[in-house]
């Protein structure tokens, strides 16, 4: 099945610093979303991708959608302590399904 | 904006115990909603789409006899875990499509976390 590799699996940053992550697939994918998690609860979207070579901020965040559609990267910017937690980047793809595929997280610890 | 809730938010049972854990969309209808499965420290695994009105759909390696979905409403779907066994503890996240948005994203509930003793 569709697979998406996610890195780093895991960070350890000092608070200020900015932070760079990224998911590549083998496949084509037409809606990138990048979510956050934290211990015992559920994903929250942090910013939707549905056009090749978007751009998109929230707030501290960026996050870009691939020309070639198989890859998309987050930035975090002057991250702060309540910055930690895990990421995920998830990916939709051509068919129409609604399924969505996701990385396998990426750990951020930032230090105060 | 769109929540998604789920109950309970954790659950002990027995093993060969069944337990039904729900999933609402508070404030938008949803044709769609989706069951997922996560390991700890590892990442979602979907288990099976949910169609209001029509039977679910499972993944490969799902048993869609014990993992029992019900989508009987534009706002609310049920996985009945049945039989359960201490390799079926894991955390169960729902998520719901707003029907009105097309391809909005998908919203996640806080998810449940079953442990079967």
């Known amino acids: 099945g569709q697979q998406l590799n996610q890195s780093p699996q895991s960070m350890f940053i000092q608070e200020g610093e900015d932070v760079s992550m990224n998911c590549t697939s083998s496949?084509?994918?037409?809606?990138w979303l990048w979510y956050k998690q934290d211990p015992g609860e559920g994903p929250v979207l942090l910013i939707a991708?549905?056009?090749?070579?978007e751009l998109t901020s929230n707030g501290r965040l960026t996050a870009q959608f691939g020309i070639t559609r198989k890859d998309s990267f987050l930035n975090i910017s002057a991250s702060i302590p309540s910055d930690v937690g895990i990421y995920f980047c998830?990916?939709?793809?051509?068919?129409?399904?609604?399924?969505?595929?996701f990385g396998k997280g990426t750990k951020l610890t930032v230090n105060p | 904006g769109a929540v998604v809730s789920q109950h309970p938010s954790w659950v002990i049972c027995k093993s060969g115990t069944s337990v039904k854990i729900e999933c609402r969309s508070l404030?938008?209808?949803?044709?769609?909603m989706f069951w997922y499965r996560q390991f700890p420290k590892q990442s979602l695994m979907l288990m099976a789409t949910?169609?209001?009105?029509?039977?679910?759909?499972?993944e490969q390696g799902v048993e869609k006899d014990k993992f029992l979905i019900n989508h009987a409403s534009l706002t609310l779907s049920t996985l009945t875990v049945t039989s359960a066994h201490p390799e079926d503890s894991s955390f169960y996240i729902c998520?719901?499509?707003?029907?009105?948005?097309?391809?909005?994203?998908?919203?996640f509930g806080n998810g449940t976390r079953l442990t079967v003793t």
């Open positions: 998520s719901a499509r707003d029907k009105k948005t097309g391809i909005s994203p998908l919203h």
């Open positions: 496949s084509i994918f037409n809606t």
């Open positions: 991708l549905y056009k090749a070579g």
């Open positions: 998830a990916g939709r793809n051509q068919g129409g399904s609604e399924k969505l595929v």
């Open positions: 404030d938008f209808q949803a044709t769609t």
């Open positions: 949910s169609n209001e009105g029509s039977k679910a759909t499972y």
